[in-house]
């Protein structure tokens, strides 16, 4: 549909109103290939130069431009504006948070001068979620504090709003809030289930774990994926085997799914098990062969890792690939091997020197 509509664009000459111009910017930034991106700045140089766009024209246009990573010229744009309204200022923050510019984004909610709604409570939560600092700390309890009563039952603002608190370490303020809301779905379950994988409280995770089945609230991949994680900390065969056992087997064949239960498993002793439901892994990614590796650098296989480690195509290696193999070196003290395995690394990074430097 949007190429179809950038087709379009381009094979008829079309004098553009407020809402061609919208439907084409919004293309643009689905899209975000590279003839979307010659398009969208075309559509921009007609933009500027033309006085009679509304508001949301611009604020389509700043969407787009955070999309393709132009943040200064989405910034330019911004300034240009006569007026601005809470959307102007929704895609500013949303775009300085999908570029990772969250300090950014917290200054321009300092500068604000239109009254925030849901939108910019959830993203200002993200960001400072994202930051965990200090400065982002006292800016979001700050913020919290001061919300209206109309978004304390908005799923979708406490979710956030939960998230940040457990990046924060407030694990009690967190739980408070996930209490007052009365209208709990399986992603708020999620939020604090995930909150307490953050902070070391798999037992707790997996207690919400059993309340979302109490419930009748039916567990997403979001929850299970969690759930397997909080598994991984604790390193209970028991406790794996329940979970395991309930998730459904079209979530089984799911590759993040897949890759969490290697992780658990090895963590949990059974490298059988993991070693498994690797060889069942129709495409493996990086991340399933890092987690094998891990595995078998666990148990104390390190020839096993090592002749995993040389079947990942070096290109697709990344950092964690090396420290993977550089471990079970160690846990099997293979120092010859974990210095060739260090020699192959193409760039040496701090991670992978002291990971390097702590194993001899």
């Not at 290939?33 to 508001?55: M, P, S, V």
């Not at 993200?126 to 908005?154: H, V, W």
């Not at 779905?185 to 289930?193: E, F, S, T």
Request: glycine residues 4%; charged residues 20%.
């Amino acid at each position: 549909m949007f190429e179809k509509a950038l087709d379009l664009f381009e094979s008829i000459r079309l004098d553009l109103n407020d809402i061609s111009y919208t439907i084409l910017l919004n293309s643009c930034a689905h899209l975000s290939n590279d003839r979307a991106k010659t398009i969208g700045k075309r559509l921009l140089e007609k933009i500027l130069n033309y006085d009679q766009n509304d508001t949301g024209v611009f604020n389509s246009a700043i969407h787009m431009l955070m999309r393709f990573c132009d943040v200064n010229i989405a910034e330019d744009v911004f300034h240009q504006m006569k007026n601005k309204d809470i959307y102007t200022y929704g895609a500013m923050i949303k775009g300085y948070n999908d570029n990772q510019e969250y300090e950014k984004a917290l200054d321009l909610y300092e500068k604000m001068n239109v009254k925030p709604n849901e939108m910019i409570y959830t993203l200002i939560f993200n960001s400072c979620a994202q930051l965990s600092n200090d400065r982002a700390k006292t800016i979001g309890k700050k913020f919290l504090e001061q919300m209206p009563d109309i978004y304390r039952n908005n799923t979708i603002v406490l979710t956030s709003a939960i998230h940040m608190l457990m990046k924060f370490g407030d694990v009690s303020n967190a739980e408070h809030i996930f209490q007052l809301n009365r209208e709990k779905n399986i992603v708020i379950y999620g939020a604090i289930m995930n909150g307490y994988c953050i902070n070391h409280e798999p037992l707790k995770c997996l207690n919400i774990f059993n309340e979302i089945k109490q419930s009748n609230l039916v567990p997403d991949e979001i929850v299970f994926n969690i759930a397997i994680s909080a598994c991984s900390q604790i390193g209970i065969l028991s406790r794996c085997q329940t979970v395991a056992d309930q998730i459904p087997v079209h979530m089984q064949r799911q590759l993040f799914i897949q890759n969490a239960l290697i992780n658990m498993w090895g963590k949990s002793g059974s490298f059988v098990k993991a070693q498994q439901i690797f060889e069942s892994v129709s495409n493996p990614n990086i991340i399933t062969y890092n987690s094998m590796i891990n595995v078998y650098g666990l148990n104390g296989m390190g020839s096993e890792a090592i002749e995993l480690f040389k079947h990942v195509p070096t290109n697709e290696r990344d950092d964690i690939s090396y420290i993977c193999a550089l471990n079970a070196c160690s846990h099997s003290g293979l120092l010859a091997e974990a210095r060739i395995i260090f020699n192959q690394v193409p760039t040496k990074t701090e991670k992978i020197i002291t990971t390097m430097v702590f194993n001899l």
